[in-house]
T-cell receptor, first 114, second 112 residues
Framework: AQTVTQSQPEMSVQEAETVTLSCTYD???????LFWYKQPPSRQMILVIR????KQQNATENRFSVNFQKAAKSFSLKISDSQLGDTAMYFC???????????WGLGTSLAVNP | EAGVAQSPRYKIIEKRQSVAFWCNPI?????LYWYQQILGQGPKLLIQ????????DSQLPKDRFSAERLKGVDSTLKIQPAKLEDSAVYLC??????????FGPGTRLTVT
C-alpha cells in the first residue's frame, strides 16, 4: 500500500522567518505528481504547489518552494518570509498516475506567530 | 471561473436520521470526488466519479452511504441512517484530466 508520512504533526514559526515541512512517501510507480495542499482553520483546501516527478527542477511558487528528492522519496515544502495567513494545516499528497487518486498524509499544523 | 460549490455548509442531525449533501463541480471538470475528513486527519476518499460513472468507491460504506452523479455534472452524497462516527467534514473536489483537484468549502456534519 502506498503511504505518506508527515513526521511533524505541529510546527510553529515567527512571522517573516522560514520554515520547512517534511514529507516522505512510498510508491513503486515512476511517473506521478506531488502536491502540497493548505487548509486554513475552517476554510477550504487550496493547492499550494505541485511537482512533476519526471522534472528534476524543484517547483517554486512565490514564497513557497519544494525540495524534491526522487530517489529518497522526499518532498519537503519551504515557506519563506512566513505570514500570519500561512497558519493552516498542510497536507502532502502524491497522486497516482493511472487513476489520479491522491494519497494523503496526516498533515502538519503550522502556526505563524506575530 | 466559479469554484466548486457545496451545500449545505453545516448540518446537525440526530443519529439514525438521513442527510444529503450536494456538490456542483467546476464547469467542464469530468472527475468528481467525495471525501470524508474527520477532525485532525487527512481526507479519506469515499467515491470518485468519471463523468457519471464510478471509478472508485472502495472506501464507501455502502450499507449506509450512497452517491450519484446524474448527467455527469452535479452530485449528491446521502447517508441513511447516520451514526455518531459520521460526524466529519464532507469535501467535494473536481478536476479535469490533467489538472489538480479543486476543493469546495465542505459540509460540516454533526451527528448527535
Amino acid at each position: 500500500a502506498q503511504t505518506v508520512t508527515q513526521s511533524q504533526p505541529e510546527m510553529s514559526v515567527q512571522e517573516a522567518e522560514t520554515v520547512t515541512l517534511s514529507c516522505t512517501y512510498d510508491t513503486s510507480e515512476n511517473n506521478y505528481y506531488l502536491f502540497w495542499y493548505k487548509q486554513p482553520p475552517s476554510r477550504q483546501m487550496i493547492l499550494v504547489i505541485r511537482q512533476e516527478a519526471y522534472k528534476q527542477q524543484n517547483a517554486t511558487e512565490n514564497r513557497f518552494s519544494v525540495n524534491f528528492q526522487k530517489a529518497a522519496k522526499s518532498f519537503s515544502l519551504k515557506i519563506s518570509d512566513s505570514q500570519l495567513g500561512d497558519t493552516a494545516m498542510y497536507f502532502c499528497a502524491p497522486r497516482r498516475p493511472f487513476n489520479r487518486k491522491l494519497i494523503w498524509g496526516l498533515g502538519t499544523s503550522l502556526a505563524v506567530n506575530p | 471561473e466559479a469554484g466548486v460549490a457545496q451545500s449545505p455548509r453545516y448540518k446537525i442531525i440526530e443519529k439514525r436520521q438521513s442527510v444529503a449533501f450536494w456538490c456542483n463541480p467546476i464547469s467542464g471538470h469530468a472527475t468528481l470526488y467525495w471525501y470524508q475528513q474527520i477532525l485532525g486527519q487527512g481526507p479519506k476518499l469515499l467515491i470518485q466519479f468519471q463523468n457519471n460513472g464510478v471509478v472508485d468507491d472502495s472506501q464507501l460504506p455502502k450499507d449506509r452511504f450512497s452517491a450519484e452523479r446524474l448527467k455527469g455534472v452535479d452530485s449528491t452524497l446521502k447517508i441513511q441512517p447516520a451514526k455518531l462516527e459520521d460526524s466529519a467534514v464532507y469535501l467535494c473536489a473536481s478536476s479535469s484530466v490533467l489538472e489538480e483537484q479543486y476543493f469546495g468549502p465542505g459540509t460540516r456534519l454533526t451527528v448527535t
